[in-house]
């Protein structure tokens, strides 16, 4: 599939939950639309010279959430890429109007078992550590999904190559595009 080039002229931004491929499949969504890639995560990382785990270990979840907002602000002024969030950058009000007002928001969604199984490999997750990761997903699928409903396009994933859910994607925001024209 040939992309639309108006999809090279507004960020996209993927949101959904931890484990679901934001960041592996941005990066290949990145390089079939021939836009820059850019992760939130990483991005907050360099901005505060640390890991998550440690700005969650020193500071917090709400410090990190406050970085991350700003973070994501000073970066929507850069665009247009492919922006992979973290699990909860959407949730947070003022982040997700920004994301909103200035790209297209696509949330990836997968089954919760999956996603516990992908995420369960590592322990370099803070919401997860020392707990089982099912039950964490569940609890933030409850308080995240309708927000993640806010989005402006909903794309299955499943345990399928990433290519299927960057082909997948790009279907959705051809159907997205037309849509807004009709």
Do not use: C
Not at 39 to 57: K, L
Not at 121 to 142: N, W
Request: no cysteine; proline share 4%.
């Amino acid at each position: 599939m040939n992309p639309d080039p108006r999809l090279r002229r507004k960020t996209i931004a993927l949101v959904g939950l931890m484990g679901v491929g934001k960041s592996s499949i941005g990066r290949r969504l990145a390089l079939a639309l021939d836009l820059p890639f850019r992760d939130a995560d990483t991005e907050v990382e360099t901005a505060a010279g640390r890991s998550i785990s440690e700005i969650f270990e020193t500071f917090g979840e709400q410090a990190f959430r406050e970085g991350e907002r700003k973070v994501i602000a000073r970066l929507m002024d850069e665009g247009p890429f492919v922006l992979a969030t973290g699990g909860g950058a959407f949730v947070n009000d003022e982040t997700r109007a920004l994301i909103t007002a200035r790209a297209l928001s696509v949330w990836l969604k997968a089954d919760l078992e999956l996603l516990a199984r992908r995420i369960g490999r590592k322990d370099t997750r803070p919401l997860v550590r020392g707990k089982d990761p099912l039950e964490v997903l569940t609890a933030l699928a409850e308080v995240r999904y309708p927000i993640y409903a806010e989005a402006d396009i909903a794309v299955e994933t499943g345990d399928t190559p990433h290519q299927e859910a960057v082909e997948a994607i790009l279907a959705a925001l051809h159907t997205h595009l037309a849509g807004a024209e009709a």
